[in-house]
């Protein structure tokens, strides 16, 4: 049987041949064609087309592919086998599917036959190290580990894998074992790649040379500053033709010369020493060390004696300064340095990466050791310290020289002050953006609401208490009311609800709920109640007030009942501030004037230090989910700022009989002028207009307006609605006169306020009930419109009937005596 070699060899003898055939024919197809036609250009055409077509063939028959080797046997595995099998390299080879195909005798002894890499009985880390090795193989050709350990940690190999066969079906696994006497060869790997990055960052240039003086391998570091360049491969190269010394046997590196800076040489042999010689091999390489020496004056005696005086310089320093020698070691600092990293009671500590979050410690030491090293620069780098992780602090870093070893000076600023001042503007500003965000919800809210209730109230004309929907009506509207008493606490914190102020004593408002808080804190909780003498009044609603101060005693219920028993004590206490006070005081917040101060304490442990800047957030509550809405304290908040007061929150140590607790401080501006008497409008009843009154009705929520049509005209007052101001000017142009108008204050395009402006310049009495779900009080001073009416969203029928009743009512009373 012939092989593909013999088929090949015999070809090419028989190729002669075949060619002196070929062209004899070729030759006599030519001669016929001559012969036959008798023209010399026809035969000359013919035979330039067949040297045409015997050049392609030849061409095409040269760059043919190689045949495939279909018939090739399969490979004979013992062969491979009797190849592979080596006393010191366990081999393996896998297929595609990581099956065993073949494996040496020591592969077998040490992995056994029936597993293939990488499903190897090893240690778990170092089996996927191997499965990361295979896919890089397949992937790449070829793949290295390092190490990989049994799972007794008693044996060792390094491993390699790449494809192989004719069509890469295969991958040849090498194990070798791993000893002691590779030491050299792994510092070679590291010295040239990750070590000896490492060890430059450090100030520590390495090499690794044979005892002939040759370098096997070099760090970046070494190469940067002998040669110039950082991937330059020094190996092969003498040791000592990159380096020079002085006479005072300092060494640098000759590319340098005598302005960089000198080294200290340290020698490392590598191979482990004989234990009966107590040698080292001749032929260790040895791993060359040049550590940084450091520039300055040189002398001992006169670092040491300058040292002293220069810590007692920066000491007097306002300026927190600290310095580190070239190994990041912090040598001192002054006190203004320790009072900004927090440090005074607990002294320097060994490394500035001490002071700073985990997060910035590496970046931190870097740059110490960056500055220690270079020349005498600085800069200023952003850490976070320990202390205050969420506030980022600048720190300035400077190269120091002239001083013996290079060391780096370290600036921190004291900004606790600082910090504190944009802590109050970052909560003040977010506590307003809150309050706005909350107003603008509250007041669309309303608007719905106002729907809800109005459609409830009309479906209620329709249904006696015995109807089967009567009780479901009355709990859709029951719930709308709970609703809008929510919206009311969200308008309380935003500072836009609408309050009645009135003159009062702070003291009488206490007592008017002292019952109340009684039955509220309960039996357990005892509740003392202290006045100051000579307090002065307030301007502020008492129903508000009342408000606040049921807040802050549930609240402090709530604290007592989470700690012990429940039981423990309640003190509400009214104080005279007077502008003295407040001056000694020393507060930023705190304007300088008299102020009546309402003061809660409790005994209820106190409030946690991250949670008291956020208390009088809406939302925020500490309570289980369910048991508290966390509006609690921001209507407080809300209806104090509104009220033209202030409440601060702070823990006492040793509060009420010594126990600690929270202490929540109201202060309500003395109201200086003339006490406003306390006027009620008198009622009455919208029946007595059910025939008469034309009314004017703008508003642009298609819900609201449609509710409060059907109530006015179920009263009996005739209704022109509009959607917006310009329809309602025009609607006021084209109609007769109206009795009363009635609309809402924020509308698109033109709003309530600008409309109602220009309906006075035609008619001047012409009264104007403005529907609005913000704070009255505020409206009046925004819109300066005279005979102006206020009533407040959510409203029922009867309210809006009733109210504007009560107006044309009073306008008709005034024109009788005129008449």
Not at 263 to 281: F, I, M, Q, S, Y
Not at 353 to 380: I, M, Q
Not at 654 to 669: I, N, Q
Request: net charge negative; with cysteine.
């Amino acid at each position: 049987m012939l092989t593909g070699e013999d088929r090949t060899s015999l070809v090419a003898g028989a190729m002669p041949w075949g060619w002196l055939a070929l062209g004899g024919a070729l030759v006599a197809s030519v001669l016929a064609v001559w012969f036959a036609s008798g023209l010399a250009l026809l035969t000359v055409a013919y035979a330039g087309a067949l040297a045409t077509l015997i050049i392609l063939g030849v061409t095409l028959y040269r760059l043919r592919p190689a045949p495939v080797a279909q018939a090739l046997a399969p490979p004979d595995w013992s062969v491979t086998v009797k190849a592979i099998d080596r006393p010191d390299i366990a081999v393996a080879i896998t297929d595609k599917a990581n099956r065993l195909v073949c494996a040496s005798s020591l592969y077998v002894t040490q992995f056994g036959e029936n597993l293939a890499p990488p499903n190897l009985q090893i240690d778990p880390q170092s089996q996927e190290f191997l499965l990361v090795a295979a896919r890089e193989a397949w992937r790449d050709g070829e793949a290295r580990i390092e190490r990989l350990d049994s799972r007794d940690g008693k044996r060792h190999w390094t491993a390699s894998a790449r494809r192989a066969g004719r069509g890469d079906d295969y991958l040849v696994w090498e194990f070798a074992p791993r000893g002691q006497d590779d030491v050299a060869t792994d510092f070679a790997r590291l010295m040239s790649g990750s070590l000896g990055a490492v060890l430059s960052r450090a100030g520590v240039e390495g090499a690794l040379v044979g005892p002939d003086g040759i370098i096997h391998a070099a760090g970046p570091g070494f190469a940067k500053r002998a040669s110039g360049d950082p991937a330059a491969t020094l190996a092969g190269q003498e040791f000592v033709q990159y380096l020079r010394t002085d006479e005072r046997d300092r060494i640098f590196f000759e590319r340098e010369g005598r302005r960089g800076t000198p080294h200290r040489l340290v020698h490392v042999p590598l191979n482990p020493v004989d234990e009966e010689t107590g040698a080292n091999a001749s032929d260790a390489p040895s791993l060359m060390l040049l550590l940084e020496h450091g520039v300055g004056i040189g002398d001992s005696e006169n670092v040491e004696s300058a040292a002293p005086q220069l810590e007692a310089l920066l000491g007097a320093l306002p300026l927190g300064l600290a310095m580190a020698d070239r190994d990041g070691r912090l040598l001192f600092a002054n006190s203004a340095f320790l009072r900004a990293a927090d440090r005074e009671e607990r002294g320097l500590p060994q490394y500035p990466s001490d002071l700073v979050v985990p997060e910035d410690k590496s970046a931190l030491a870097d740059a110490v050791r960056r500055f220690a090293r270079g020349s005498a620069t600085s800069a200023d780098m952003a850490i976070r310290l320990r202390h205050a992780p969420d506030d980022p602090v600048s720190m300035g870093l400077a190269g120091v020289r002239g001083l013996g070893d290079p060391a780096v000076l370290l600036s921190l600023a004291d900004t606790s002050e600082e910090t504190r001042l944009k802590r109050q503007v970052a909560q003040a500003t977010k506590m307003q953006a809150v309050g706005q965000l909350a107003g603008g919800v509250a007041h669309d809210f309303n608007n719905v609401l106002t729907a809800i209730i109005g459609y409830c109230d009309l479906m209620l004309l329709r249904h006696s208490p015995g109807d089967s929907d009567y009780d479901d009506i009355q709990q859709i509207r029951a719930n709308s009311n709970r609703a809008a008493s929510l919206t009311r606490q969200l308008l309380a914190f935003s500072r836009q609800q609408t309050l009645k102020p009135e003159v009062l004593q702070l003291p009488d408002v206490v007592s008017e709920v002292s019952q109340l808080l009684k039955r509220l804190v309960g039996e357990k909780i005892e509740l003392v109640v202290r006045h100051d003498r000579d307090l002065g009044p307030v301007r502020a609603d008492p129903g508000q007030l009342e408000q606040v101060i049921v807040n802050l005693a549930v609240n402090a219920r709530d604290a007592i009942q989470s700690r012990g028993d429940g039981s423990g004590k309640v003190s509400m206490a009214t104080r005279r501030i007077t502008a003295k006070d407040v001056r000694a005081m020393d507060s930023d917040i705190l304007p300088v004037g008299d102020y009546t101060a309402l003061v809660v304490q409790d005994t209820g442990g106190g409030i946690p230090e991250d949670v008291l800047g956020k208390i009088f957030e809406p939302f925020f509550t500490t309570k289980e989910q369910g048991k508290g809405t966390g509006l609690g304290l921001s209507t407080v908040y809300g209806i104090v700022k509104q009220s033209g007061g202030f409440i601060f929150a702070d823990n006492m140590e040793a509060g009420l009989g010594g126990k600690p607790g929270a202490r929540f401080t109201l202060y309500l501006p003395v109201h200086r002028g003339a006490v406003e008497p306390v006027s009620k409008p008198p009622e009455t009843p919208a029946a007595g207009w059910a025939t008469g009154g034309r009314v004017l009705l703008v508003e642009d929520e298609d819900m609201v307006r449609a509710v409060a049509e059907r109530a006015l005209a179920r009263a009996g007052f005739d209704v022109t609605p509009c959607s917006d101001g310009e329809e309602g000017l025009a609607a006021f142009a084209n109609n007769d006169p109206f009795d009363l108008v009635i609309s809402d204050v924020v509308m698109p395009g033109m709003d309530g306020p600008t409309m109602a402006k220009g309906i006075r310049r035609v008619s001047p009495d012409l009264p104007i009930l403005f529907m609005s779900g913000y704070a009255e009080e505020q409206l009046r001073k925004d819109i300066d419109v005279p005979d102006m009416h206020f009533i407040s969203k959510p409203f029922s029928v009867q309210q809006i009937s009733q109210k504007a009743g009560e107006i044309i009512g009073a306008r008709q009373t005034r024109r009788e005596p005129a008449s």
